[in-house]
């Protein structure tokens, strides 16, 4: 499989083109400082065997945030040196932190735009990305990740919605002035050998906002500078993000929000068009730095295909390798069914914006970490054999039924309509479901498999079919075809 080839950074060698893309665990302390938490959280993707884990967003300043890591010091380069340390024991893993800065912002609503920032403002900025990624270097890591997407201040710079009316705003060129100046900073202050990759936005998905269009050019800039790799990502603004009175606005609870890390509603490999083009441009352009891309890809034929098809040249996988970071082994030694499947539910989303610990909802309650692997387990089964799995017809909803299984962490819901493809619906920790995204006139089967907490599934459960009426006029259509057929 071609995700499981290796990929060279710049020098940084990743064993295998499977990223982890930031993610931020709120395991920080508030603070800022590394806790066993959140090393065991990257040191767990490590023994996993992913190519390239991000640390998620580590902080250049200290404006509040909660907790997040920060890399604004000098102080914290001991810590996160231990946890670099850590994560190369335990495999070949490459490893580099997400490096932000980030705009004030208050409970009131209340935020800081980009226009506000003063010149002293920016070039405190720009010393401080260097200062971070010299940081970084020292602490041991393989590279380093600016974070230009996203609600964050790089990433409002590059924005069409920048309204400064200076040499760092307005025009293309004007918005990107700060991404040369940070990347200037950091050659000088970090070495030009040290590869430095970048997150930037394919689309940001608000109003007035930029689009692929923009993103285009911003990726052959990044290019032109010399970075080591383009991740892309989409959305997250806090241009149309909700707010709840008392709160601190999150960027993710808007439309943007919701496309930046799509729930279960949202195809698989949905941005894969958009950054295909992208990579398709800059590789006409004559430039061949790595173009990795995310959003619902956990499916390892997923994996495989946006790579076949030059939509990415890597492939980040946030929250499905949170649900199962032995997900790289797993593929590698063909156990695809014990794969912990990610459903898209979110609750690591709503975890992180209200600042709790991020954990994911498929591991067994308590646990700050996925379980450990273990191939020798035993898959759950249920007693004499059957799960007595039924379903009824409860309005327009199809509810699903089934007795509980011995050893079972979770059940995977699988559901085929007419001839389609057989897929997970959801996992759930209970023995009931509904499916009210039925529609009339289509047949649906559906078994359940018992699954234990480190994703040894059972054998499927019996299969259960069920189709709901559809329109009367199709119905009529129907009684019209069948003597013809008879
Ligand atoms: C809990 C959580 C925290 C995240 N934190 C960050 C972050 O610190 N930096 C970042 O660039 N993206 C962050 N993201 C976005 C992910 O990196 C990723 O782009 C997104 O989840 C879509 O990929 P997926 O569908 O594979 O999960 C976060 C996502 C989640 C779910
Ligand atoms: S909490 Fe839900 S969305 Fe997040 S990783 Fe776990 S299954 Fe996926």
């Known amino acids: 499989m071609k995700f499981l080839e290796p990929l060279d950074l710049q020098g940084m060698v990743i064993p295998n083109r499977v990223m982890v893309p930031a993610m931020v665990t709120r395991l920080a302390d508030e603070e800022g400082w590394v806790t066993q938490e959140i090393q065991d959280r990257y040191v767990r993707y490590a023994k996993g065997g992913v190519g390239l884990i991000v640390v998620e967003a580590m902080a250049i300043h200290h404006s509040n945030a909660g907790p997040l890591l920060r890399i604004s010091d000098q102080k914290f380069v001991p810590g996160l040196a231990e946890m670099v340390k850590q994560i190369h024991g335990a495999s070949d893993s490459k490893v580099v932190p997400q490096i932000i800065h980030f705009m004030k912002i208050s409970k009131s609503g209340w935020r800081q735009t980009v226009d506000m920032l003063s010149h002293e403002d920016i070039d405190t900025i720009v010393e401080q990305f260097g200062d971070a990624v010299a940081r970084a270097r020292e602490a041991g890591f393989d590279g380093a990740e600016l974070h230009a997407a996203h609600a964050y201040t790089l990433s409002s710079f590059l924005s069409r919605r920048n309204m400064r009316k200076d040499e760092y705003g307005g025009s293309m060129e004007g918005r990107l002035r700060i991404l040369g100046r940070v990347v200037e900073s950091v050659r000088r202050k970090a070495g030009a050998d040290f590869p430095v990759g970048i997150r930037i936005l394919a689309d940001e998905f608000i109003t007035d906002g930029s689009t692929v269009s923009d993103s285009k050019l911003i990726a052959l800039r990044m290019a032109q500078l010399g970075l080591a790799y383009i991740s892309l990502s989409v959305g997250g603004k806090f241009e149309d993000a909700e707010h709840a009175a008392g709160q601190v606005p999150h960027p993710y609870n808007g439309y943007s929000g919701d496309r930046c890390m799509p729930g279960a509603q949202y195809p698989a490999a949905l ?143 699988y559901r085929a309509s007419d001839d389609g493809d057989v897929v997970i619906e959801d996992a759930v920790k209970v023995t009931r479901w509904m499916d009210n995204s039925i529609l009339g006139g289509l047949t649906y089967r559906y078994y359940v498999r018992a699954c234990s907490a480190s994703g040894q599934a059972g054998a499927p459960s019996n299969v259960v079919m069920i189709k709901p009426d559809g329109p009367s006029v199709e119905r009529d259509r129907e009684a019209d075809r069948a003597p013809a057929m008879a």
Not at 319 to 346: F, M, S, T
Request: with cysteine; aromatic share 6%.
């Open 271 to 413: 941005h894969a068009g958009l950054t295909r083009e992208i990579k398709a441009f800059l590789n006409a352009k004559g430039y061949q730095v790595p173009v990795a891309g995310a959003g619902k890809i956990s499916d390892p034929d997923d994996a495989e295909r946006v790579l076949a098809d030059g939509s990415m040249d890597f492939v980040g996988i946030a929250r499905g390798l949170l649900a199962d970071p032995d997900w790289v082994l797993k593929v590698a030694r063909g156990e695809i069914d014990r794969i912990v499947k990610c459903d898209y539910c979110n609750v690591c989303k709503h975890l992180d914006g209200a600042h709790k610990k991020v954990v994911c909802f498929l591991w067994p309650k308590g646990m700050m970490q996925a379980p450990d692997d273990n191939a020798q387990g035993s898959a759950p089964g249920w007693p004499n054999g059957s799960a007595n799995l039924r379903v009824g017809l409860n309005g327009d909803t199809a509810t699903l039924q089934w007795d509980k299984a011995e050893g079972a962490a979770r059940y995977d819901v």
